[in-house]
């Protein structure tokens, strides 16, 4: 694994991106129960030095392999080595090479190894040192490209020197001036090919790293980190693959041109052959390479992004993706997890808000910004009681109590809200529930007597199955409709969605009926005259309630 430590890929997951777990960081844009889905998480890499000593060792036996072609098909009597004599001298320097290679590469990786080292340990790294392993890895494909490219450019100016010291004597300053610069190109051209693709190898691979170094993104806030937009990263492969080439190809025929007018044409023409031969060659190994990194550097965090839109249609606002990079596409990612805990967090906030009010009522206020004030509606208002509810109350301790209630009212809300009403509030034992607002339902008086119906149902159940052998519990319910005021009510500091107006209160006069009549459902004769469908009703009479001049007529429903 990147770090010795880790052997396995979830451990270090739920180490790292701990800030997206629910238990660990309350609040956080996730709902209850849930934990981030990160959509296409790239496994860790195995054994980064070696892979990352693999990239470069291939690449630079690319460049070389370019280089030694080179000289044999395009340039052939630039550059000629006498093994017997040059040989050694190649070897060490390449091997210098390759060592001051191996110990800046080693260099750059030191903050990541121990970033990475304290994290996979469960430890919490120094600020300072996350910070500049986070740096590096946004910096390391630019860093290990230049540090290729230097390499290069240092061999192709020790080989140029030593080269010059192989032309013959008396030669021209300008002939001696034009040998050198090919010999230095030559090796230069090689140099940028195998720069190029180290840079764009390397980056794959720390893209795979950089979502672990990052669990809450913030890559694009990074100072000091290099980017590369995509429109530079395209321009850049299309250079090196189609016009880099051409460059060169013209450059060596406007040269093999002007040596067919003083040596033979035939010997031009070869050459022309050989060069054009080489550059296909050359363009045709570098097409195979170079789009293919660059295209997946595109199209993976496009294809990750494209999974995680269609996860989130589907209506799991858990789902992330990983921020891997700091262009375009990082920035669009980045975007979308925004959003996406946006959505979280407001589906967050309805289901808290729900728990205190009404789905329907939560929605509502959500949609519309609260601001005092209200609109005058006809609804149904339903109050209910439970019978003796003191006396039960004084016999039991507080937590039995509350535990009486709570079970309770699981079995008489579902009564209520399938029948299209919202629970408004709980006062103690009663309920008071409202049809028709804040949603219009043009049958709220059938609806709020068909749940008065199914509360006394519930409630049988509730004797029968949650309090077998205890005295059953009784319960008065009230039905009246009429005109109200419904909206927000209270101060900018602090607001209430309510129901307001005489409907409310005749309603809560109708159910203290019910200890007079000895009822269980009763409902006012304005509830009465707006039912659509038939009920067993029993005519009651009119009876004076407190607060009212006139007597209130009444009808008892039969449960």
């Known amino acids: 694994m990147i770090f010795p430590a880790v052997r396995r890929r979830q451990a270090l997951c739920d180490r790292i991106l701990c800030y997206y777990r629910a238990e660990n960081q309350p609040g956080r844009c996730i709902l209850p129960g849930q934990t981030i889905n990160i959509e296409g998480l790239p496994e860790v890499p195995s054994r980064p030095r070696l892979r990352l000593a693999v990239i470069q060792i291939a690449s630079n036996v690319v460049g070389a392999f370019f280089c030694t072609t080179y000289f044999m098909f395009v340039e052939p009597d630039t550059f000629v080595i006498d093994l017997d004599r040059e040989l050694t001298t190649i070897f060490l320097m390449t091997l210098g090479l390759v060592g001051l290679g191996f110990v800046t590469t080693r260099y750059w990786q030191r903050s990541i190894l121990e970033a990475g080292q304290i994290l996979a340990g469960g430890g919490t790294p120094k600020p300072e040192l996350l910070a500049k392993a986070q740096r590096d890895t946004l910096n390391a494909p630019l860093i290990y490209s230049l540090t290729s490219m230097a390499i290069w450019v240092i061999a192709a100016l020790f080989m140029t020197f030593h080269s010059l010291q192989a032309v013959p004597a008396g030669t021209a300053l300008r002939q001696e001036l034009a040998f050198g610069f090919r010999v230095f190109a030559g090796i230069l051209v090689s140099g940028v090919a195998t720069a190029t693709i180290v840079f764009f190898a390397c980056d794959r691979f720390f893209r795979r790293l950089r979502p672990w170094f990052f669990p809450e993104g913030g890559l694009l806030e990074v100072k000091g980190a290099f ?18 080439p051409m460059i060169v190809l013209s450059t060596m025929v406007y ?3 002007r040596f067919t007018m003083v040596r033979d044409p035939s010997v031009g023409l070869d050459s022309l052959l050989n060069v054009i031969f080489y550059l296909l060659a050359v363009s045709a190994v570098m097409a195979l390479v170079l789009p293919r990194l660059v295209a997946k550097s595109i199209s993976e965090p496009a294809r990750r992004l494209e999974n995680a839109i269609a996860k989130l249609q589907a209506g799991d606002l858990s789902v992330r993706v990983p921020v891997n990079d700091n262009d375009e596409l990082g920035v669009l990612s980045a975007s979308f997890n925004q959003m996406a805990a946006g959505l979280a967090e407001r589906e967050r906030i309805k289901d808290a808000f729900g728990r205190f009010v009404t789905p329907a009522i939560a929605q509502a206020i959500l949609d519309n910004p609260p601001e005092p004030g209200g609109t005058s509606t006809e609804v149904s208002v339903l109050f209910s009681d439970i019978r003796g509810y003191t006396r039960l109350s004084e016999r039991l301790d507080p ?9 309770y009212f699981s079995h008489m809300v579902p009564a209520i809200e399938e029948n299209q009403g919202l629970v408004y509030q709980f006062v103690g034992d009663a309920i008071m529930a409202v049809f028709g607002a804040p949603i219009r339902l043009e049958d709220h008086a059938t609806q709020a007597v068909a749940a008065g119906q199914g509360m006394l149902e519930a409630l049988d159940q509730f004797n029968r199955y949650e309090r077998p052998g205890l005295p059953p519990l009784g319960m008065g319910i009230g039905i009246h409709s009429g005109p109200v005021v419904a909206g927000i009510i209270g101060s900018q ?7 307001v107006g005489d409907t409310v209160n005749l309603a809560s006069r109708v159910e203290g009926l019910n200890k007079t009549l000895g009822s269980e459902l009763l409902i006012s004769q304005a509830t009465a005259e707006r039912l659509s469908r038939p009920f067993e009703l029993q005519d009651l009479g009119s009876h004076q309630v407190k607060g009212k001049a006139e007597a209130v007529h009444v009808f008892g429903v039969a449960a």
């Open 255 to 257: 040269r093999i041109a």
């Open 399 to 407: 937590p039995q109590v509350i535990e009486l209630l709570n079970t």
């Open 227 to 244: 980017r590369l937009p995509l429109k530079r990263r395209l321009m850049f492969s299309f250079f090196m693959v189609g016009l880099g």
């Open 493 to 499: 500091q602090r607001m209430e969605y309510r129901v």
